[in-house]
């Protein structure tokens, strides 16, 4: 039986993002970027192991509608496997200037070679330039 090529989503394999920080770069100027520091965890309730391959962000500047799409292998330099029960925690960040939104998804594999992806829950990127914030998410 040929495996199918579209990624399934695996039910029990969910994203959570667990806090996000913003701050302002370090470059001079009045436009200077803001930083969106994310921490998130994958964990994997399903009944088969996976190995997560790459992931695929797309940011949405809200003032304007521009999006940028970042694509690539891996996930922090690193291929993820995850038996049933088990999860991955991470941390990264984006650059914005403007509100923006990020959403994305993951892919990978199950055991027997299945396609599968996993969502990254949406959240927006937008603080005061002033200074810090955190801001722990449910």
């Known amino acids: 039986m040929k495996k199918p090529s579209i990624p399934l989503a695996l039910p029990g394999l969910e994203v959570k993002i ?3 920080r913003f701050r302002v770069t370090s470059e001079e100027g009045t436009d200077r970027p803001l930083v969106c520091q994310y921490y998130l965890s994958i964990s994997n309730g399903s009944d088969r192991t996976v190995r ?5 962000w797309v940011l949405t500047e809200q003032t304007t509608g521009e999006r940028v799409v970042i694509e690539g292998e891996g996930i922090v330099g690193s291929f993820p496997e995850l038996r049933p029960g088990e999860k991955f925690r991470y941390s990264s960040y ?4 403007q509100p ?3 959403e994305g998804a993951y892919f ?7 396609p599968i992806v996993v969502g990254i829950p949406r ?3 937008a603080a005061a ?4 914030a955190d801001r722990a998410l449910p």
């Open 18 to 20: 667990e806090r996000l």
């Open 52 to 56: 997560l391959r790459g992931r695929k």
């Open 123 to 125: 959240f927006r990127m």
């Open 129 to 132: 330039p002033e200074g810090e």
């Open 94 to 97: 984006h650059l914005y200037r």
């Open 108 to 114: 990978g594999e199950d055991k027997d070679g299945t």
């Open 100 to 102: 923006t939104v990020a």
